[in-house]
């Protein structure tokens, strides 16, 4: 069975490029073997992100998400929603890893990964 990781990174302001690098995160993820989940990749298709209370939905339904996870991936510089996974992350013991995303977004599927850096962080 693959490691499942939380692919936390930025989404609101630039939607449409952060969705694209999410994405890439994911791709990356699943390169390597591990099952990447990233709630903001697929939420967004049928709540809209505009209305405060389907964002907030959103948000609660990717913390339930988060707890079937073995490890949150940070992914750039994290934003109110991040801040809020990280710290859910580390309340309920899941391993939080702050990584390096050169080189892996956009999610074409070429190029070996270079920059997919993994540093501990707690």
């Not at 991040?82 to 080189?103: D, K, L, Y």
């Not at 599927?109 to 850096?117: E, I, L, N, S």
């Amino acid at each position: 069975m693959r490691k499942k990781v939380f692919i936390c990174s930025p989404f609101r302001g630039d939607m449409e490029g952060n969705a694209r690098k999410a994405a890439g995160y994911c791709r990356a993820a699943c390169e390597r073997g591990f099952l990447p989940v990233a709630p903001h990749l697929l939420f967004p298709q049928f709540l809209n992100e505009g209305i405060e209370a389907e964002r907030q939905a959103g948000l609660a339904m990717g913390l339930e998400l988060l707890l079937c996870c073995d490890e949150v991936w940070v992914f750039g510089e994290a934003t109110e929603g991040m801040a809020s996974e990280i710290a859910f992350a580390a309340e309920h013991g899941i391993g939080v890893r702050f990584m390096e995303p050169e080189g892996m977004e956009g999610g074409n599927g070429h190029g070996d990964g270079a920059g997919f850096d993994a540093s501990d962080g707690e």
